[in-house]
């Protein structure tokens, strides 16, 4: 059971999970795949990334690694043996060894980590898990950082004092696990495989692998590379007579495969075959395996409990591992093949028993549960944020807290963090006392099952139980020096309670005040930028929730990933589970991020003049932009009192216009929004608009639930009178151009130079760019196709997207695509609101007059739907559509669904 005030950990809330492997060898993957089956059956809908240490650490690094790597095992194991032998005799040679590869492999580790945004990283690779122990110490990396050792004897390379937690496979390797890194926190799980290896009948399983179950089966299994003296061995064991059907996996080692095909041998006793797919069938047929190093396959034979002969291990890992396994009486070793026929019959003749027996002092689930509740306190918070811990082992494990922890215990300036991106810093170095830097939501909630409204304590429980499992909202800014940027620390516990507020209103009022005062008021930068209210006593059984997060946090798209991890889809919870790949499969086929694979030369080399180009005609365009045009929208306000205005647009409609015109949706709800602009202006009215209009750089990309990844470009929108078509062509290609020019990556490349500068100046620039000089009005179109879900039963009825402003900028229009209707939010000064109100008319009648434009037929008079003025939801109708009350109360507008545009209609240009 939790502490009071703490949140149960048991909860299966989904994660992101990013695994840290290598493709040196086949196991530190199968590890990976392993952990994966089990994040999946753990936390249903998680996602998993995976990421290449060598490959990201640079061009031809892993290649380079593989190549050396076999030419020591292979060629001068004297070499290998004098590198592992060096580990342990010369501490400083290891510490040494260790810091270059971690400062190395953490630096290009440090962007692959920002973009995925994990809640929990798992290494299976020594270079990987050295990487994040620098990031730990360096950078304050707060998820929590579990390293598994996948062979059985760990060495200095493997294990961190600095991680959370450092998983070893059996408790005999508990104590050498310590030697090899005094005080780092460690536990034991069960091996590491893929649930499909487990004890079964051999019978059946020789049946399925074209073996005979008459004859005992030996497989001979050294390894994806087939190191060793394979062929010594197989000469030795088909030798052994008749009964014994030896079986030799090669891996991926075809020249290995072809010696032992060209091998004379009695026939039927010696099968060769290269990777296998169904390893769990095999060695389930298996009566005795044959390997050398004491890796993955060795892993994978104990958990199906097949015995296991180590025949003349190789060097360093090889022969720790033979010697540990041993000792603890899991396999035999031989080294001449006297002995090893002779250990191969002593063992046919024994009756098959159980090699590896469950044992008490395994962590459960793999040790994953233990490594994502490592960064908690151990004795409950010490206020509303306490400090982050470190990791616990199983009860033959041992605990130390990480360098990393103690540092975050302390707090304050000085602490460990982790530096916000140049683009994060950005919002936080422009933010003023009138533009608070604050993006969200408004969510529309309808009655739960019961009939009741979701209520306050429903919502904290909600949030206390999933807040574990999402990084983003425990991250908490802290200064990190005049001259740098400012940082990020994860607080081990977050009080929801502290961030959610429940407001009661009386009978008749919808809650509009309440919800213009919360986006009015900034977010308190002392605790994690966020905060939720909640506003019970509408009619029915509704509830209205507005959230919101600061913009360093991150921007649309991090706010829609993080609420889609706070609500509940209406399908069963386990539907979005992703396959494991199968044994064999070269590279994991889950997310993969950091370099994209190899190509060639020349294709490479055509990209970046390409992105070269397209980055200098951007730079071009952005310096010849000038100044925006003047207008009274931008005029000095002494209040920083904000209202929001809400309308929604019938998706059929916005569609079927957008495809009469040959347009985007993005492209159609843009032009919309430059009329009504042009209809609800004050005079006098500019000819023009600046406007700023966010845009996703790789639209592909899974957003993450923390930072700005979104680019941005700025587009003149026209005011001057004109046909709806016409200002939709030129919206459309202003666009177009826009994207073209390459704006947006010049854009990026100015937001992080900017953030290469000290942090005065830094601070400086960013709020002489983000000002009414530069821009008029803040544009963003979210394309989140989520359809509905539920928080804590209650479903969603409509959101509403909140952005943030500038200085100077009274007014923002954030446009969500959901379901059947694009959600259109409206956020401005309060000495605005006259304009706001004319907006909502006008863009409704927008559509209304594009659409009478697109078919041929008299425009209607002005109508308007699902409009609602300061969240009051006061409808403005008019003749030609018809107003409706939903189910849930709120008022809609409904209109006769056209057909598609008849031959012979005009369309726009």
């Known amino acids: 059971m939790s502490a009071p005030g703490q949140p149960d950990y048991g909860e299966p809330v989904a994660r992101r999970v990013l695994v840290v492997s290598a493709d040196i060898g086949g196991g530190h993957d199968a590890t990976g795949r392993a952990l994966e089956e089990r994040v999946h059956a753990l936390w249903p809908g998680s996602r998993v990334g995976w990421v290449d240490t060598l490959e990201v650490m640079g061009p031809g690094v892993g290649r380079g690694f593989r190549r050396t790597y076999v030419t020591n095992v292979g060629m001068t194991p004297w070499l290998y043996e004098f590198f592992w032998a060096s580990l342990w005799r010369h501490r400083w040679f290891a510490v040494a060894a260790k810091w270059f590869t971690g400062a190395w492999a953490g630096r290009r580790l440090a962007p692959v980590i920002e973009a995925f945004d994990p809640d929990l990283i798992v290494s299976t690779y020594p270079l990987g898990s050295a990487g994040l122990a620098w990031l730990r110490r360096r950078r304050g990396l707060g998820v929590p950082v579990g390293a598994w050792v996948s062979d059985f004897a760990p060495h200095p390379f493997w294990v961190y004092s600095d991680l959370d937690l450092n998983v070893v496979v059996h408790p005999a390797a508990l104590p050498v696990a310590a030697v090899a890194a005094a005080g780092a926190p460690l536990g034991v799980c069960a091996p590491p495989v893929l649930e499909t290896f487990h004890p079964g009948d051999r019978v059946e399983a020789a049946r399925r692998c074209d073996l005979d179950p008459e004859r005992s089966a030996v497989v001979v299994a050294c390894g994806s590379y087939g190191f060793g ?16 059907q030896v079986v030799a996996v090669c891996g ?45 396959t060795a892993l994978e034979a104990l958990a199906t409990g097949t015995p296991i002969v180590m025949y003349r291990p190789i060097a360093a890992h090889g022969a720790a591992n033979a010697a540990l396994m041993a000792a603890a009486g899991l396999a035999e070793t031989a080294h001449t093949p006297q002995t090893l026929v002779s250990g191969v019959r002593t063992r046919l003749r024994q009756p098959a028993r159980p090699v590896l027996a469950p044992s008490e002092a395994w962590l459960p689930d793999l040790g994953l549960p233990a490594v994502a509740r490592s960064r908690q306190p151990d004795g409950g918070p010490t206020g509303p944020y306490g400090g982050g811990g470190g990791g616990r082992g199983g009860p033959d494990g041992q605990r130390a807290g990480s360098a990393a922890s103690r540092l ?26 009138s533009e608070a830097q604050q993006i969200g939501t408004v969510l529309e909630l309808g009655p739960r099952p019961d009939g009741g409204p979701l209520t306050g304590a429903e919502l904290t429980r909600l949030l206390a139980g999933r807040l574990p499992a999402i990084t983003t909202l425990r ?22 309670a502290a961030h959610i507020d429940e407001v009661h209103v009386r009978p008749g009022d919808d809650g509009s005040a309440v919800i213009d005062a919360f986006w009015s008021d900034p977010l308190p930068l002392n605790r994690p930028p966020w905060r939720m209210v909640l506003v019970r006593g509408l009619p029915d059984g509704h509830t209205r929730l507005a959230v919101k997060m600061h913009h360093s946090l991150g921007d649309g798209l991090s706010v829609i990933a993080v609420l889609q991890r706070l609500i509940d889809m209406d399908e069963p919870a386990g539907a979005a589970r992703e396959a494991v790949p199968p044994r064999g499969t070269a590279r994991p086929t889950a997310t993969r991020l950091g370099n994209a694979p190899e190509r060639a030369g020349l294709d490479r080399t055509r990209e970046a003049a390409r992105l070269v180009g397209r980055t200098i005609r951007g730079l071009a365009r952005l310096a010849a932009q000038g100044s925006a045009p003047r207008t009274p929208l ?22 079927r216009a957008a495809r009469a015109c040959h347009a985007h949706a993005s492209e159609l709800m843009l032009a919309l929004t430059a009329g009504a602009l042009a209809t609800a202006h004050p005079a006098p009215a500019p000819d023009r608009l600046r406007a700023m209009f966010a845009v996703s750089h790789d639209p592909r990309r899974r957003a993450p639930t923390q930072g700005n990844w979104t680019g941005a470009v700025t587009l003149d929108l026209p005011l001057v009178p004109m046909p709806a078509t016409a200002r939709i062509t030129a919206v459309r290609r202003a666009l177009r151009e826009a994207l073209a020019s390459g704006e947006a990556e010049a854009a990026g490349l100015v937001m992080r130079a900017m953030g290469a500068l000290p942090a005065p100046v830094h601070a400086a620039l960013a709020r002489r760019v983000y000002t009414s000089r530069r821009l008029n009005v803040v544009v963003s179109y979210v394309p989140a196709l ?19 402003l500038a200085d100077g ?3 923002g229009i954030g446009v969500l695509r959901r379901g059947n209707g694009f959600e259109i939010g409206l956020i401005l000064n309060e000495a605005l609101t006259d304009v706001g109100e004319a907006f909502a008319v006008a863009l409704r009648g927008g559509l209304d007059d594009l659409l009478a434009e697109v078919d041929g037929t008299p425009s209607p008079h002005r109508t308007v739907g699902a409009v609602g003025v300061g969240n009051g939801g006061r409808p403005a109708g008019g003749d030609g559509g018809t107003a409706v009350v939903g189910p849930e109360g709120s008022v809609g507008y409904r209109r006769v669904p056209g057909a598609a545009v008849p031959p012979g209609v005009p369309r726009c240009a």
């Not at 003296?229 to 014994?244: C, F, K, N, Q, Y």
């Not at 099968?271 to 050398?292: E, F, K, Q, S, Y």
């Not at 005029?635 to 998706?651: E, F, K, N, Q, W």
């Open 408 to 433: 975050r215990r302390r707090g304050g300036r000085g602490q460990a963090s982790w530096p916000l991106r140049a683009q994060d810093a950005f919002f936080r170095h422009v933010q003023t006392p």
């Open 252 to 296: 991926r080692n075809e020249r290995l495969a072809e010696r032992l095909a060209a091998l004379e041998v009695p026939p039927g006793r010696l099968l060769v075959r290269g990777w296998v797919d169904d390893m769990p069938t095999l060695l389930r047929a298996a009566r005795l395996l044959v390997t050398n190093a004491g890796g993955a």
């Open 475 to 496: 991250r908490r800014l802290v200064d990190r020096g005049r001259w740098r940027r400012p940082g990020w620390v994860v607080d081990g516990f977050v009080d929801a």
């Open 634 to 655: 931008n005029r000095p306000l002494a209040s920083p009192r904000r209202r929001l205005v809400t309308a929604t647009l019938p998706a059929p409609d916005v569609l």
């Open 809 to 811: 900028v009274h007014l």
């Open 229 to 244: 003296s394979v062929e010594e061995a197989i000469r030795a064991l088909v030798d052994i007579g008749d009964d014994v």
């Open 786 to 804: 989520f359809q509905a879900r539920l928080v804590g039963g209650a479903p969603i009825r409509s959101a509403t997207p909140v952005v943030a």
